[in-house]
């Protein structure tokens, strides 16, 4: 197996922005971008009791963009980020970044909590709230919201867009909620025909008439501008049975929503979580059921100034998130007075237009996978405009990082003054501090920061490449199989070229293989320094070194030879030479007394079934007891029996049903279609997507295979011939070598 060496301690990343701290979070690589003249994106990369990926949205009340809260033409239901970003296109707003806002119930997608956009209330809820005023600017209280009733005698507190429950009372709903109350309970329905429009506005009231009843129903229409009013049927709390029930059409109701007067001119607002911090104190007393567990999370606060801090930390292969009382501290660290966690884990999403582009994009890595789709968003927006001529320019990739000699290709994209994308006014100039260009392509020289400069026209713009002397962390791989090499089994006399790359605590490092240097012992073979490698003529065994700044990796090397006669010039030689010198694949000895392969010859069922267990080191005599259904078991092979029960005790190989019998068929070729089933069986790999819909006979695949298939597709261990899968068809003997070294 590789061994890393660290020959002196690595130095630490200089940053655009090197933080050395003395923050309880060591910085290692903080990057920023504008996208407004109010709006700046922060990638930071981080070490906080592991290492972390935060992105952060920063914010200052009253310029060109503004917050506010969305969450579609519905409460019910949740919808992706990209989703409410077409959605508010078609309402004419670009969005320059956005990240997810509320807990809400996975199943409905309904928010825990208060809901409040353009100044209308669309669902009740008191507690936590981030509210934002008509100027831009956000406060974030612990407030008590009433929505109450009121016709004849009676003064009700009711619940708003909320789903009716045999145990919450009575629910008042909006065309906001749905177009029909959605409750699985049967409830007694009031219509309201609203004088006016069908909305509530905190502190403002709404008179409605009723328009009519119905008993018994789950699920009530709710017409636009109309309100519902229900209770559930079984409902035990009889002085709510008897109000609801005393309505009639004609009746006058009035609705109105309480608040504190100051909280009266927001005009948007979304319930939250926990507070984290209040009056610049770090809270301890956290409610939520993941605080102690380090989790991907979403959070808001407030700096002294009114500045808004959007941040939110990944979950994900390098980043392992944090938990609520480091992330209060990393709060306060970035200055916040006050701030309030929102809804993380996979929800945990920031998303942004960078200048220059029209596509809105991800700008994190959702632990997921991808967008989740959630209740509601807090955005900031600008009116869409269209783009007049450039005056703004930015360079990318404005966040990365490189070891001496590492490439990079540089672009420039251009804005007008609202960071609308324009088109470049000339034809663009690269010069390099730190480093060289050729065109566009940046090569990265000595350590520290290097500075790139796009020159156009009258623009110019730059960003920050920081150049690493010793990585943390590096990869070798067989460039031709684009596979990490753990050892090297290399057959005498032939060639082969290894690529390498590096991260610098899981940050990626742009590299060429003349980053490194490449070492190998003269009597194995050469290497040059673009990690090409040729073996020497006689076997041997030693240790491949590669080396960058302080680093080295250590690779054990052994040259074979391989005495099959048969292979010369054949496309599979390397497959069957590897998995021969590791005793999976044997040879046979033709007239002549010569070792061969047979490499285009078919192979039976058994023999592949033998070459699997070898490549899997199943101890195969450990199932020697194993009882199989097979009639024709008397055919299998003595050599191949063990293999057999095996494969078959593992639920790998299951035969085949012919009138009422099992068959082993061990003599047969085996088809293409059961060799990948049987393969897909080892890893437990199913898979439903349209992989297969690229091959021309994809419709010729058995039923019993095809997700089976599909994920070997999927998983490069085959990649068809000539565009077709051809299922039915044999496998060559160096087809199944190449199937079996793919399996790694």
Known sequence: MKKWIIKAAAAALAIHMLLSTALAAEVLQESSLPLADSLELTKTFMVNGGTQKEHILTYSPGGDVKPMVVFGDTLYGRSTMDYMRDYLKEKGYTVAGGVNAAFFDLKNGLPMGMVVTEGILRASGSGVTLGIRKDGNVI????TLEVRGAWGSEDILLHYNQLLTENNGMVLYSNDFDTKTKSDVAGYHVLLKAEGDAELTLGGEVECTVAKVAQNTKSCSIPEGYFVLSLAEAATYEPFRNAIRSLKPG????????????????????????????????????????????????????????????????????????????????????????????????????????????????????????????????????????????????????????????????????????????????????????????????????????????????????????????????????????????????????????????????????????????????????????????????????????????????????????????????WAREFISQLYFRDVLKGS????????????????????????????????????????????????????????????????????????????????????????????????????????????????????AREALTAMVEQGVINGIGGKLQPQGNVTRSQVAKMLFMMK
């Open 589 to 704: 000895e033709n007239q002549q007394g010569e070792l061969v392969y047979r490499p285009d010859a078919s192979m039976t069922r058994q023999e592949f079934v033998v070459a699997l267990m070898r490549w899997l080191e199943v101890d195969v005599d450990s199932y020697a007891g194993v009882e199989t259904p097979f009639a024709d078991s008397s055919q299998i092979a003595s050599w191949a029996l063990n293999a057999m029960k095996a494969a078959y005790k593992l639920e790998y190989f299951t035969g085949s049903q012919e009138n009422g019998k099992v068959y082993a068929q061990p003599n047969s070729t085996i088809t293409r279609e059961a060799a990948m089933t049987i393969l897909a069986r080892t890893r437990k790999a199913t898979s439903d997507s349209d992989a297969l819909e690229e091959f021309e006979d994809e419709k010729t695949v058995s039923d019993w």
């Open 251 to 570: 009746d006058t109701v009035t609705f109105c929503a309480q608040i504190a007067s100051h909280w009266e001119n927001v005009e948007y607002a979304v319930g939250a979580g926990d507070f984290l911090v209040q009056d610049g104190v770090v809270r301890s007393d956290f409610t939520h059921t993941s605080a102690d567990s380090k989790a991907g999370r979403t959070a808001v606060g407030v700096k002294a100034n009114g500045d808004v801090v959007c941040y939110t930390v990944d979950e994900e292969s390098v980043s392992k998130g944090i938990t609520m009382a480091m992330l209060a501290e990393r709060l306060v660290e970035l200055g916040c007075v006050t701030a309030v966690n929102l809804d993380g884990g996979g929800s945990t999403c920031v998303g942004v237009t960078q200048p220059g582009d029209t596509a809105f994009t991800t700008a994190n890595e959702p632990s997921d996978g991808q967008q989740r789709a959630c209740a509601n968003f807090l955005f900031f927006v600008r009116p869409t405009k269209a783009a007049q001529g450039a005056s703004k320019l930015f360079v990318y990739p404005y966040d990365r990082a490189a070891l001496p000699g590492g490439k990079i290709t540089m672009t420039a994209k251009a804005t007008d003054s609202n960071y609308m994308a324009s088109a470049l006014p000339a034809a663009v100039t690269w010069t390099a501090d730190g480093g060289t260009m050729s065109g566009s392509v940046f090569t990265a020289g000595s350590v520290g920061g290097a500075t790139v400069t796009a020159i156009c026209g009258d623009l110019s713009g730059s960003a920050v490449i920081e150049v690493v002397q010793t990585p943390t962390s590096m990869q070798i791989v067989r460039e031709e199989w684009e596979l990490p090499v753990e050892e090297l089994l290399v057959e005498t006399g032939t060639s082969l070229d290894l690529t390498a790359s590096a991260e610098y605590q899981g940050l990626s490092l742009a590299a060429t293989d003349r980053s490194f240097t490449w070492d190998v012992p003269q009597e194995l073979g050469t290497i040059s320094e673009d990690g090409s490698f040729t073996a020497a003529a006689e076997e041997g065994s030693g240790t491949l070194t590669v080396s960058c700044g302080d680093l080295d990796v250590e690779i054990p090397l052994e040259l074979r030879t391989n005495p099959m006669t048969d292979l010369e010039g054949h």
């Open 140 to 143: 974030m209280e612990d407030v």
